[in-house]
Structure formats: structure tokens, C-alpha cells
């Protein structure tokens, strides 16, 4: 059960372009001393690395377990939980003078609490069937959409004359990841990825839908719930490198499908990060470098996700 | 429940609604940012209070009902024609579109005359429209929350899509006012456009039955001998013009067209030729209420309604999705 | 053995299945009838796991289906439900392969190769192992699914109206099939059954269900009787034996 030639051929193709991302980004235009080079693009490469991995993963997982592939974790709020867990978290810190807490231990609590929260819902409202899962996305787009509102409306009611629009806060931006929790984050998506590699061939299973998973031995309930907690961490690291990304996840998870040809995740895991890493690093230094453009890379691929979800709808959408 | 007492019904809350939209006006007109009350124009008639109910006043309530009215029975509509009842025509493309129309009338000819941009704007509208239902056709497994998932999804490519646009030509804050409605910028002369809305919604009223039909899918609709693909055309074109003139006037209200048909038709059932007139009228009431809110809220500021309206509607879906949840599951 | 005690399911306010409690013995086939709605499915799916039971216990071989792990019980009990991923972009012996999944967790070895191969023979599927699932027809599918089934090579075989969507020619080799797999293999075969002839000819037990209650339960000889059927479907019958066969005709 291994690839065809086509297949190989791409995935080979997009790791050389991949490897080449990022040699390119590191030494395309150095005109300082090394030192600094590594320090300031190394740690927006690695920003970049974890975002591609951390989206790649998380969307191949979630369509295999919602049995859609047009689908996104982005779209179940999680990103906003993520936001509203860390803005009271930063009341309370305020509030009791504990600023002596590292970020990264912050950034760990916070996670954390998100996960627990997320863990509660799941529990109170899945109700053990792929359908339930639809319902609980759809929930979570709708309760995503209250907060922002209801964000919007604290923001007028407390300071009405001075309500500004911050302008591009609500969209991800790769020239201003946040360094701090670059290691943390790191860990985070190190361990997730070895659960969710480790998990391969369940999720291979997962594909046949849940009653012949359940059948070939899979414990559905606890499975997923597992599944969805890992998508959860890592959404919530890549919402705190750089900010939130609806379509990204949808852009290469279909081309991680496309290019292995393939159901086996042990094949489209990895090529949807590759395909990411292109995305990623390859977009920036073809903006940065090569076009000297001042657009903002992370709209262009969301634009790029989004026609990619209507061309694909268009066509017929192939479970 | 027998045709009579469904009849009846109907009937009472047809005039109980139409009394609550005429309360609702009254007082309306009576809240503001200057203090004027209705009295006063009988008490002591002066030029500024005249000249304020029916310059700013009278306008922003009419307003106010024709758009409520005509959105949820454009919701009503585009329910009927994706057969789905979590769908509005704010989630799914047709505002988003609305608005891009919008922008690229502000980005191609900055003074363009209203009723042109209207034109552009219910262009694009059908266009998202048409979109949508073109997808939705092509779901292989439609489920019940597939739907309004793919139209949520639908309607933030569209937003992507002319956020960059808006980021390139320096319109973000435009776009953002377009996409959030609010009825504080009405005034005489700058309204007229909904009656255009208001004529769409007798007209939907008059096709009540072959929407009805519609509704029931496309081999029934054949089956009974009306032609399927001009009454989704018609559909499309009526929905996309009143939310255009909605978003060209106001801007985007969200989610009137999903929570108002949800209700009303626990009380009428699937009917149209029932619903719509209560339907219409139940739009103007949340629409009314939407807007006192927003204004008295943070007396003398204003929020936008389209946040108020938001937020019940979020809430709403809400109740729906988790009593439910165990039936579509 | 299957055992199942005091089984009743409950949705909403209607109760689908009402306190059943019966016993399968181990080896032959046994056929589950009755009427539209009668809770026949359901209470397949609650023997083997897919739907939680709201009352009562079920036991394999004295294992709890709800206790046990789901590997342990996957390599004794197998189910193939009626509706079934359609679309897939897999091959058939991919889909065939997920049979070894429980005994092998997903990395096949010459073993697992060996089964494949033989599922794939016993169900005439050769000359389709390497097409996708989305290019066959409906009654090629189900062959696979079965041979699955087959594959995962467990002591308890359950299947709900695995002769659905399939015709004539099809339908009495599935049933052949299921009927050497009872003799050969020594497996014990549960069907959910529609046709009540085919329940006749080839169970060596029935189980008739009415209104989410056991109804009847015995020998083909004892159940595909005029009194039993016609009390059970509740229109007339008259059954009749024809070359050593039980037939019922109900048409007209």
C-alpha cells in the first residue's frame, strides 16, 4: 500500500522546494553579520515551521474525523476561546500583581484552562456520532461569532467616544510573531505531532466512518475527544505565534491530499506540512525578497484557501 | 391542528404584531439623542421639532420597519430555495457579496449615484447568491448543518476576499461600516431606496404559493407543473435586491432573516401565503426593538444594530443548535 | 453464546426496543425478522456496541460488550451495518486489509497478506482488488464490506440486511456464503433479514421481533407457520413446503 510514481514524484518535488524554502529565506539578501541574520529570520522561520506544522496536522486530523474536506478547525472558534481564556487571564494577573510568571508559564496555564474548557463542552454536548460533531461545530462557529460581537459591544459601552478600529487585528501577521513562546510552542507542537504520527493508523480507520471503526476495535468516543483536544492545543499555539487563520488549514490540507493521491495518513500528515512549509516560508521570501510587496502574505493564502474551498466545492466536493 | 384554529390564530397574531410594530414606531420616534417627544408637536409646534421628526425621526423609523420587514422575508426566501431552515442571508455570501459590490463602486467612481450602486451591489449580491446554491447542489451528502457550515465558510471567503482589497485601497474602515448596520446616518432622502425592499416583499407575498413549492425540492416542483429554474432565478434576484438596498442604505443586518421565520413558523407552519405577512411583520418588530436598544444602551452614543441584532441572533442559533442537536445527530 | 438481558433502548420518549432478553448459541445462523420498526436493527447494534443500550447487559461468550476493550472484542465479534462510506477513494483490498487492523494494528504481515487473499477469493472479489470503492456498483460494494468482515476473522459475524441493494444471483450467494462460513468456519452468523424465505432456508434459528418486543423465537420449523406469521406481519399467509423448503407466499 505505498505510493505510485505520480505521487512520489510530488512529494518529492514539494520537499525539495520545501528544503529550498528555507535555505532560500535564511541567506536570500544577507547583508549583515551572520549572528543577527540567524537570530532575527531563525526565529521567524521557526515561527513559520510550527505555524505550517501546527495547521497542516490539525486540519488533515479534523477533516478525516469530521469526514469533510472542506472543513477547518479555525472554524470552530477555538482561536477566539483562545483569546478570550488569555484576555481574562491577563485581568486576573492584573488584578492580583503575579507578574512575576514567565510568559511561557502563562502561556502553559492558559493553554491549559482553554483545553479544560474545551474538554467540558465536548463532553456535555457530543453526542458520539459524526453528525454530533457537525452540531458541535457549528456551535462553536456561532459561539465564536457571539464573543467577537459581544467583545465589540463591552468595547463601545466602556469607552464609546474613543472607540478606534484597530485595523488588521483580526488577521495573522508573520512579520510580528511572538518570539517569546517560540520554545514552549515548539514543545507543544513536538508532542502533539508524535501523538497524532502516533495515531496513524486509527486514523486511518477513522476514515471508514464510525461504525466499522467501532467494529475494527477503535474506542470512538475516547478517541476523539482525544483527537480533538490535540487539535485544540495546537490551534492555540499557532493563534498565539502569529493570530488567527481561517483558510490556511483547508489550502494545505487539500494539497497534502492531491499530492499523495492517498488516504493513509502516514502519507498526507507529512505532506500537508510540507505543503505548509512552501506556503509559508516559500510566500514570504517570494514577497520579502523577490517582490518587494508590501501585501500581507497571510491574506493572499487566505484568499488563496478560500477560492481553493470554492473551486473544490464547485467540482463536487469527493469524500 | 385543524385549518380553522390555525386560520384563526394567524389571524390574532397577524393583528397582534401589527399592533407591536405601530407601539414600537411611536416610541421610536420619541427616543434620540435631542429630547423630543411626540407630545410636543401638538403642545408647542415649532419649526425645529417638525423639522426634526420628519428630516431624521419619521426616515429612520420607516426605515427601520421596511428593512426589518423585507430582510426576514428575504431569509424566508432563501430558506425556502436551499430548504434548509439554518440558513440567512447575511451568513451565507449575500451580504458579503453586497458589500463588495459596494467597494468596488468606492474604489472605481467615489460620487457614484445611489441607484447605480444599488445596481452593482444587487449584482454582486446574486452573484454570492447563486454561488451558494450552485454549491449546495453539488454537496453530495446534504446534511442539515453541512448547509449553513458551507455558507458560513462561503461568506467568510467572500470577506477575505474583499478585505484585501479594502487593506490595498485603504477602505478597511469603510468595508467595516458596511458590514456592520446602522440606522444612526438615516435621514429624509437617504432612505427611499428600501421601498424598493418593501415592493419585493408585497411581490413575494403575491408568489407566496410557488415558493411554497419550491421548498419541496425540484422534482416536486416539476412534478406539479412550475418551472423550477425561473422561480430560483426570480428567488435569488429578490433576495439579492433587498439586501443590497439594506447594505447600500444601512449596511449589513445580520441574522433577522434566520431568527424571525424560525419563530414564526412554530405558530403557521411551512405555508408561505401564512407566514410571510407575520414573518414581515415580526422582522419590523426585532428590527424596532434592535434599534431602541442601540440607541438608549449608551444614551447619548449609539451602538450599531447590526451588533445587537448579532448578538440575539447568536444566541438564538444557539438555542436551536443544542435543542436539536440530538435530532440531526 | 450471546446473551443479552433485559435490553431496552429509549429515544427521546419512544422506547425502540423494550426489555429483551435472549440467548444466541455459539455456531450456526440465526436470522432476526419482523415488521418495519419492529427494533430489529437496533437491537443489533446495541449487541454490538454501536448504540448504548439505556437498560440491560450484553454478553459475549461473558464478556461485557460495554467493559471490554474494543480490540478484545473486535477480534471476536465483528458487525456490518446497512449504510456504509460510499465514496471512498480506496481500493478494495485496502478496505479489505482494515479487516486485520484489530489483530494487527495496522502494520500487515505475511499473516495478515494470507487472510486478505482468502477474504478476497471467498467473496469473488479478484478480479476488483485493485478498483475503487466509489467505482462499483452497489451489490459489488457490500461484497467487499463483507469480505472485510470476513477478513477480521472473528468467532461472531453480524450483519444487518446484508442482502439489501443486491439481486437474486447475488442474494442466494451471499446467503450461500453465510451459510458455509456457519458450517466451514464454525462461525456464528447473526442477519437482520427483510425476505422471511430466505430467513426460512437457510437459518438454523430465528428470532422474530414485534413492536421492540421478542416476539417468537425457535426453529425455522417452529416460526415459518401460518398462525406465527400471520400474527406477526399482521395480514394473512400461507406457507407451504416445496422441495423440502419452508415457503411463505403472502402476494395476494
Same mark, same amino acid.
Given at each position: ?319 | ?50 423639522? &426634526?421628526?420628519?428630516?431624521? @425621526?419619521? +426616515?429612520?423609523?420607516? !426605515? $427601520? ?5 423585507? =430582510?426576514?422575508? #428575504? %431569509? ?56 451558494? &446554491?450552485?454549491?449546495?447542489? @453539488?454537496? +453530495?451528502?446534504?446534511? !442539515? $448543518? ?5 455558507? =458560513?465558510?462561503? #461568506? %467568510? ?173 | ?252
Amino acid at each position: 500500500m505505498g505510493l505510485n510514481l505520480r505521487a512520489k514524484l510530488l512529494l518529492s518535488l514539494t520537499t525539495v522546494l520545501a528544503v529550498l524554502s528555507i535555505v532560500g529565506f535564511m541567506t536570500l539578501n544577507v547583508q549583515s553579520d551572520w549572528g543577527f541574520i540567524v537570530q532575527h529570520r531563525g526565529s521567524r522561520l521557526l515561527g513559520m515551521l510550527l505555524v505550517a506544522i501546527t495547521m497542516g496536522l490539525a486540519t488533515v486530523v479534523f477533516q478525516t474525523i469530521t469526514h469533510n474536506r472542506i472543513l477547518t478547525p479555525s472554524l470552530m472558534g477555538f482561536d477566539v476561546l483562545y483569546v478570550l481564556v488569555h484576555s481574562l487571564a491577563l485581568l486576573v494577573w492584573g488584578v492580583g500583581q503575579n507578574t512575576g510568571w514567565p510568559v511561557e508559564l502563562r502561556f502553559i496555564v492558559e493553554v491549559a484552562v482553554m483545553v479544560s474548557i474545551a474538554l467540558v463542552i465536548f463532553r456535555l454536548l457530543f453526542t458520539d456520532s459524526v453528525r454530533g460533531l457537525h452540531v458541535l461545530i457549528l456551535l462553536g462557529m456561532v459561539t465564536g461569532l457571539l464573543f467577537r460581537e459581544l467583545a465589540e459591544l463591552a468595547q463601545r459601552i466602556f469607552d464609546p467616544s474613543e472607540f478606534s478600529i484597530q485595523q488588521g487585528s483580526g488577521i495573522a501577521n508573520f512579520n510580528r510573531i511572538n518570539v517569546q513562546l517560540l520554545w514552549v510552542g515548539l514543545i507543544g507542537v513536538g508532542l502533539c505531532s508524535a501523538l497524532l504520527f502516533r495515531f496513524r493508523h486509527q486514523l486511518d480507520v477513522l476514515i471508514l466512518g464510525r461504525d466499522v471503526a467501532i467494529n475494527l476495535g477503535i474506542p470512538y468516543t475516547k478517541t476523539i475527544t482525544l483527537l480533538m483536544l490535540a487539535i485544540c492545543v495546537l490551534v492555540s499555539i499557532s493563534t498565539a505565534l502569529v493570530g488567527p487563520m481561517l483558510f490556511f488549514g483547508l489550502l494545505v490540507a487539500n494539497l497534502a491530499y492531491w499530492i499523495t493521491g492517498s488516504h493513509q495518513h502516514r502519507w498526507t500528515l507529512p505532506a500537508s506540512v510540507l505543503a505548509g512549509i512552501v506556503c509559508l516560508v516559500g510566500g514570504q521570501l517570494v514577497f520579502e525578497h523577490l517582490l518587494n510587496s508590501g501585501l500581507p502574505l497571510a491574506m493572499i493564502i487566505e484568499l488563496c484557501g478560500g477560492v481553493l474551498f470554492i473551486v473544490l466545492l464547485l467540482r463536487g466536493v469527493k469524500q | 391542528m385543524n385549518t380553522t384554529s390555525t386560520r384563526l390564530s394567524t389571524t390574532s397574531w397577524l393583528v397582534g404584531l401589527a399592533l407591536l410594530v405601530f407601539a414600537l414606531a411611536i416610541v421610536s420616534l420619541n427616543v434620540g439623542a435631542s429630547r423630543m417627544n411626540l407630545l410636543h408637536l401638538f403642545t408647542q409646534p415649532d419649526d425645529r421639532i417638525t423639522q &426634526l421628526l420628519f428630516v431624521s @425621526r419619521w +426616515p429612520r423609523t420607516l !426605515a $427601520l420597519v421596511l428593512a426589518g420587514a423585507s =430582510l426576514a422575508v #428575504a %431569509g424566508l426566501l432563501l430558506q425556502m430555495m436551499a430548504r434548509n431552515r439554518l440558513v440567512d442571508p447575511s451568513m451565507m455570501g449575500t451580504a458579503d457579496a453586497a458589500a463588495l459590490g459596494v467597494l468596488f463602486c468606492a474604489i472605481a467612481a467615489p460620487g457614484m449615484a445611489l441607484w447605480l450602486k444599488f445596481g452593482v451591489a444587487a449584482l454582486c449580491a446574486a452573484g454570492g447568491t447563486l454561488l451558494f &446554491l450552485a454549491v449546495l447542489e @453539488r454537496i +453530495p451528502l446534504r446534511s !442539515a $448543518l453541512i448547509v449553513p457550515l458551507v455558507g =458560513l465558510v462561503l #461568506a %467568510g471567503v467572500i470577506h477575505a476576499g474583499s478585505s484585501l482589497l479594502a487593506y490595498q485601497f485603504e477602505l478597511a474602515q469603510a468595508l467595516r461600516s458596511w458590514n456592520s448596520g446602522d440606522f444612526s446616518a438615516i435621514l429624509r432622502g437617504r432612505y427611499e431606496l428600501l421601498w424598493v425592499a418593501a415592493g419585493i416583499t408585497v411581490l413575494a407575498m403575491l408568489l407566496a404559493d410557488r415558493f411554497t413549492v419550491i421548498g419541496m425540492g425540484k422534482d416536486f416542483a416539476t412534478n406539479v407543473g412550475v418551472n423550477y429554474r425561473w422561480l430560483i432565478a426570480l428567488g435569488v434576484l429578490l433576495v439579492s435586491m433587498v439586501v443590497a438596498s439594506v447594505v447600500v442604505i444601512a449596511g449589513a443586518l445580520p441574522f433577522i432573516g434566520l431568527i424571525v421565520p424560525n419563530l414564526i413558523r412554530r405558530i403557521t407552519g411551512d405555508h408561505l401565503r401564512h407566514a410571510i405577512p407575520l414573518v414581515a411583520l415580526g422582522g419590523a418588530v426585532l428590527m424596532l426593538v434592535a434599534d431602541l436598544l442601540a440607541r438608549v444602551l449608551i444614551h447619548p452614543y449609539e451602538i450599531p444594530s447590526a451588533n445587537i441584532l448579532a448578538i440575539s441572533g447568536c444566541l438564538v442559533f444557539l438555542v436551536i443548535l443544542i435543542r436539536g442537536r440530538k435530532q440531526w445527530a | 453464546m450471546i446473551e443479552a438481558r433485559g435490553l431496552s433502548k429509549k429515544y427521546q420518549d419512544t422506547l425502540v426496543v423494550e426489555d429483551v432478553s435472549l440467548q444466541i448459541p455459539k455456531g450456526g445462523l440465526t436470522s432476526i425478522i419482523g415488521p418495519n420498526g419492529a427494533g430489529k436493527s437496533t437491537l443489533l447494534s446495541m449487541i454490538s456496541r454501536l448504540t448504548p443500550m439505556s437498560v440491560g447487559t450484553v454478553e459475549i461468550d461473558g464478556f461485557d460488550v460495554t467493559r471490554t476493550s474494543g480490540p478484545e472484542l473486535a477480534r471476536r465479534l465483528s458487525i456490518l451495518r446497512q449504510h456504509n462510506e460510499s465514496s471512498l477513494r480506496l481500493t478494495v483490498r485496502d478496505l479489505v486489509a482494515f479487516g486485520r487492523f484489530p489483530h494487527s494494528g495496522g502494520r500487515l504481515t505475511t499473516e495478515d497478506q494470507k487472510h486478505i487473499d482468502e477474504a478476497i477469493q471467498y467473496l469473488e472479489l479478484e478480479e476488483y482488488q485493485q478498483r475503487h470503492l466509489d467505482e462499483l456498483s452497489g451489490g459489488q460494494r457490500q461484497r467487499a464490506y463483507v469480505a472485510m468482515v470476513m477478513c477480521q476473522d472473528t468467532e461472531y459475524v453480524l450483519l444487518d440486511e446484508p442482502l439489501n441493494n443486491i439481486d437474486m444471483r447475488h442474494a442466494v450467494g451471499m446467503m450461500q456464503l453465510l451459510r458455509r462460513a456457519a458450517d466451514e468456519k464454525g462461525k456464528t452468523v447473526v442477519v437482520v433479514l427483510h425476505d422471511i424465505n430466505f430467513a426460512s432456508c437457510y437459518s438454523d434459528h430465528i428470532i422474530a421481533m414485534r413492536r421492540g418486543q421478542l416476539a417468537y423465537q425457535g426453529m425455522p420449523e417452529q416460526i415459518i407457520r401460518n398462525e406465527v406469521l400471520t400474527d406477526l406481519y399482521d395480514i394473512p399467509t400461507s406457507v407451504h413446503e416445496l422441495n423440502g423448503q419452508r415457503i411463505c407466499t403472502y402476494f395476494r
